[in-house]
């Protein structure tokens, strides 16, 4: 069994700064590429960036030079640092991993519960 458990979520000026981390534990052979997705109230899930087991990372166009995803392969952990947050990066944060585990022994997308993220004043 894989589970992924995010943390540091909350609530933030605009402007302000968060930084949510998120760990894989459990039967895992290998975590290849990490990454984070949002959903906003009545949208649908967005990709934010994405981290390959290489650090190299790709992000969408609306947070490109204000988040900064980073990883820890030998922690299965992957970051997402967010600066210049705005009220339009309020959602639900969830965290995705590609993983090879040693139960099944082929690559499947996990899930974390997801964290929330508020920007208001």
């Known amino acids: 069994q894989v589970q992924l458990v995010e943390s540091g979520g909350g609530l933030v000026q605009p402007g302000g700064s968060l930084r949510l981390s998120c760990a894989a534990s459990?039967?895992?052979?290998?975590?290849?590429?990490m990454g984070w997705y949002r959903q906003a109230p009545g949208k649908e899930r967005e990709l934010v960036g994405v981290?390959?087991?290489?650090?190299?990372?790709n992000y969408a166009d609306s947070v490109k030079g204000r988040f900064t995803i980073s990883r820890d392969n030998a922690k299965n952990a992957v970051f997402l640092q967010m600066n210049s947050l705005k009220p339009e990066d309020t959602a639900v944060y969830y965290c995705?991993?590609?993983?090879?585990?040693?139960?099944?022994?082929?690559?499947?997308?996990?899930w974390g519960q997801g964290t929330q993220v508020t920007v208001s004043s």
């Open positions: 995705n991993a590609n993983i090879i585990s040693t139960l099944n022994w082929r690559p499947l997308d996990y």
């Open positions: 459990g039967s895992i052979f290998s975590c290849n590429a």
């Open positions: 981290i390959t087991r290489g650090s190299i990372t």
